[in-house]
């Protein structure tokens, strides 16, 4: 459905119940904004959040939060949520500030087909650049996990580095994954896209 048919992206956002308006004081206490409290799952970047509601479906067991900075992508995403859906709520945030949002909550955190900000002087915008993996020690609980795909192979080299370098154990490292691992996932709206034009996907889990 086109979004230019539908309500403007201004109404879509205020009336959502899916989208938490004002997430920053649920800082330390995210449990509150769900029904059950189970384990935290995040996904940073989630644009038309194709890949949340798909892991939410699947795990009722597990808490997810989307989080976008953009308004058009997150109106495409809110639409698509079915009411039932209680274990998922979206963030409208620039995750450059993701320690004001958690604090020692967060599971996982889900980094799909991230913008790999190619020049040098970008390199601080990445999501897995070392002053964003600083704050994710903030919001992560004792367990964390990072699950990254993307299909651009300088940035997943580049992640590889900084996420060891970082003190995380990497685990299903392929450039790939579609040929070579089983994992439980789901298709984003970038990911559909490369699989159609038959680009491998590149993927690693990391624990620490
Ligand atoms: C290339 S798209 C990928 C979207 C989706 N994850 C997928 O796989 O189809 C990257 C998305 O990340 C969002 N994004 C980039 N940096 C962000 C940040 N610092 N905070 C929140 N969202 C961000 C962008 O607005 C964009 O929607």
């Known amino acids: 459905m086109r979004l230019r048919n539908l309500k403007n992206t201004k109404t879509i956002l205020e009336e959502s119940c899916f989208l938490v308006k004002n997430p920053e004081d649920y800082k330390g206490n995210t449990d509150a904004l769900f029904s059950k409290k189970q384990p935290l799952h995040i996904e940073i970047g989630m644009g038309k ?31 698509k949520i079915p009411s039932s859906l209680s274990n998922l709520k979206i963030y409208r945030y620039d995750a450059v500030n993701i ?33 964003f993996l600083k704050e994710y020690d903030f919001v992560f609980q004792k367990t964390k996990e990072i699950e990254l795909k993307t299909d651009n192979v300088a940035f997943f080299l580049y992640s590889l580095e900084t996420l060891s370098g970082h003190g995380y154990r990497l685990s299903k490292i392929s450039l790939d994954y579609h040929k070579d691992l089983t994992i439980d996932t789901a ?22």
């Open 99 to 131: 320690s004001s949002l958690f604090e020692h909550e967060v599971e996982r955190i889900y980094l799909n087909f991230s913008d790999p900000w190619p020049k040098k002087r970008q390199e601080k915008r990445r999501l897995t650049s070392e002053n």
């Open 187 to 208: 298709v984003s709206e970038y990911e559909k896209k490369f699989l159609q034009k038959q680009v491998p996907i590149c993927h690693v889990s990391a624990q620490k």
């Open 49 to 79: 959040g194709d890949f949340i509601i798909q892991m939410a479906k699947k795990h009722p067991d597990i808490n997810y939060i989307g989080i976008e900075k953009f308004d058009k992508v997150l109106a495409r995403a809110l639409i």
